[in-house]
């Protein structure tokens, strides 16, 4: 199954398997679409990594909620492919709060989170994880 950019909104594909959340597209009621691009990729079957770079929005109850219960029913096929979660903070300080929150996220849904200040960090985490090596 192929991918089709044009169809994510909250999610950026186009350097699969470098997934970047769009901050911007995080509006109330943002979770549905974050569910089916998620759905999407998950039928996609190829490993992949999420980035958070420079996360500042916030979403309402509801979308969190929504969210949250969809990672719940789905943690195992998830973690199957979502190989960690990555976020680039480069604010030293915001970086150690990100990393002292990120533990709780970790225990819950089973996916790794590294917290990372550049962009070439995410990459090279991602690289590490061999995220994009055929047979990884």
């Known amino acids: 199954m192929q991918l089709d950019p044009q169809t994510f ?8 398997p470098f997934v970047v959340f769009n901050q911007a597209a995080a ?11 998620m759905q999407a990729l998950l039928r996609h079957g190829e490993a992949f990594v999420v980035v958070y ?10 979308d969190r909620k929504q969210r949250g219960l ?10 199957r492919v ?6 680039i903070e480069s604010d030293p300080q915001r970086r150690a709060e990100v990393e002292a929150m990120s533990g709780m996220a970790v225990k819950a849904f089973g996916i790794p989170h590294a917290v990372v200040a550049t962009r070439q960090e995410a990459m090279d985490v991602m690289q590490r ?6 047979g990884k």
Do not use: M
Request: hydrophobic fraction near 35%; include cysteine.
């Open 9 to 16: 909104a909250v999610h950026d594909i186009r350097a699969f």
């Open 27 to 37: 509006q109330p009621g943002y979770a549905k679409q974050w569910e089916a691009e």
């Open 53 to 62: 770079d420079e996360l500042r929005s916030d979403e309402t109850h509801e």
């Open 70 to 79: 969809w990672l719940k029913h789905h943690k195992e096929p998830l973690a």
């Open 82 to 87: 979502c190989k960690s979660l990555i976020s």
């Open 129 to 134: 994880l061999a995220v994009g090596v055929p």
